[in-house]
């Protein structure tokens, strides 16, 4: 017995239709692998001791912040009207990182994906990229101004809306303010260990939940939280070799995370460190 089908108009995700037309155009290719969020797990257990809560999604942002501004060829979009016979394929890279965050929340009654923006990672502390997170996470989250864009676009004639959201994304210059640099998403809240999107950046990064695993340390098999990361990286702006150095770096950055504040002293400065002088012998002896 077959049931009768529901009319709805999907006016609180019209944004996300729009985008998902918009963003056909791009090559993407998926990567990921394994982080060992022990150093990570233990952070977050001291700030909660101290009455502190630091959600997965924030660590996630500070390391890439510093990632991608050590990668800068990797905070980058594709200037817009390629294609063409008569236009030479060509990137326009920037100087700050800011992330546009995948959030899901209720607006107007209706369950929808809101794209928050975390802007100036690159410099920003953990705290401070908290607070931000928080703010986008309340229960009002969408009636602030920073969705006024979005609630505007379910209220337009679907041929107007199209217009507005293109128009807002013609300038490749203005992209950082309107859709970020690299995308952010989580379902780490869920049963779902990896996944992988295309989040209309050069680098979409994809989050799972956090689960113990079987990992070897000094030759033993011990159980350790380990969390699946998943980058999506448009091959039109960046080759896998850059990504998968990325990929590499993020991995390493979380692992070995220490912002100092357990300590009252500053954090590192991974720039420094053998990992990244590695990673840049890698990336120079590549053969691909």
Same mark, same amino acid.
């Given at each position: 017995?077959?049931?009768?089908?529901?009319?709805?108009?999907?006016?609180?995700?019209?944004?996300?239709?729009?985008?998902?037309?918009?963003?056909?155009?791009?090559? /993407?290719?998926?990567?990921?692998?394994?982080?060992?969020?022990?150093?990570?797990?233990?952070?977050?257990?001291?700030?909660?001791?101290?009455?502190?809560?630091?959600?997965?999604?924030?660590?996630?942002?500070?390391?890439?912040?510093?990632?991608?501004?050590?990668? /800068?060829?990797?905070?980058?979009?594709?200037?817009?009207?390629?294609? $063409?016979?008569?236009?030479?394929?060509?990137?326009?890279?920037?100087?700050?990182?800011?992330?546009?965050?995948?959030?899901?929340?209720?607006?107007?009654?209706?369950?929808?994906?809101?794209?928050?923006?975390? /802007?100036?990672?690159?410099?920003?502390?953990?705290?401070?990229?908290?607070?931000?997170?928080?703010?986008?996470?309340?229960?009002?989250?969408?009636?602030?101004?920073?969705?006024?864009?979005?609630?505007?676009?379910?209220?337009?004639?679907? /041929?107007?809306?199209?217009?507005?959201?293109?128009?807002?994304?013609?300038?490749?210059?203005?992209?950082?303010?309107?859709?970020?640099?690299? $995308?952010?998403?989580?379902?780490?809240?869920?049963?779902?260990?990896?996944?992988?999107?295309?989040?209309?950046?050069?680098?979409?990064?994809?989050?799972?939940?956090?689960?113990?695993?079987?990992?070897?340390?000094?030759?033993?098999?011990?159980?350790?939280?380990?969390?699946?990361?998943?980058?999506?990286?448009?091959?039109?702006?960046?080759?896998?070799?850059?990504?998968?150095?990325?990929?590499?770096?993020?991995?390493?950055?979380?692992?070995?995370?220490?912002?100092?504040?357990?300590?009252?002293?500053?954090?590192?400065?991974?720039?420094?460190?053998?990992?990244?002088?590695?990673?840049?012998?890698?990336?120079?002896?590549?053969?691909?």
């Amino acid at each position: 017995m077959s049931g009768t089908p529901v009319p709805h108009t999907e006016r609180r995700r019209r944004h996300t239709l729009y985008f998902l037309e918009w963003a056909a155009d791009q090559r /993407p290719v998926h990567l990921d692998t394994e982080v060992d969020m022990t150093r990570i797990q233990e952070h977050r257990g001291a700030a909660r001791a101290e009455g502190t809560r630091v959600s997965v999604v924030s660590y996630l942002l500070h390391a890439t912040g510093r990632v991608l501004a050590r990668h /800068p060829r990797a905070n980058a979009v594709l200037a817009p009207g390629w294609p $063409s016979a008569l236009r030479r394929p060509r990137t326009l890279r920037f100087g700050e990182v800011t992330a546009k965050l995948a959030l899901d929340r209720t607006l107007d009654g209706e369950r929808t994906v809101l794209s928050a923006l975390v /802007p100036g990672l690159e410099s920003a502390s953990l705290q401070e990229i908290q607070d931000r997170v928080d703010r986008y996470r309340g229960a009002d989250a969408g009636t602030l101004p920073e969705f006024k864009g979005v609630r505007m676009l379910g209220r337009l004639p679907v /041929p107007l809306g199209r217009a507005a959201f293109a128009a807002a994304l013609r300038s490749p210059r203005r992209r950082p303010e309107v859709f970020g640099t690299v $995308s952010v998403s989580s379902l780490g809240h869920r049963d779902v260990d990896g996944f992988h999107s295309a989040g209309g950046t050069a680098v979409t990064l994809c989050a799972g939940r956090i689960i113990d695993r079987a990992v070897v340390r000094a030759g033993q098999v011990v159980p350790a939280p380990v969390m699946r990361l998943g980058l999506t990286f448009d091959h039109r702006v960046i080759d896998g070799a850059t990504a998968a150095d990325v990929l590499s770096d993020l991995r390493h950055s979380m692992e070995e995370f220490d912002d100092g504040s357990r300590e009252g002293v500053p954090g590192p400065d991974l720039r420094g460190t053998d990992h990244d002088q590695r990673a840049a012998r890698g990336l120079e002896q590549s053969p691909r």
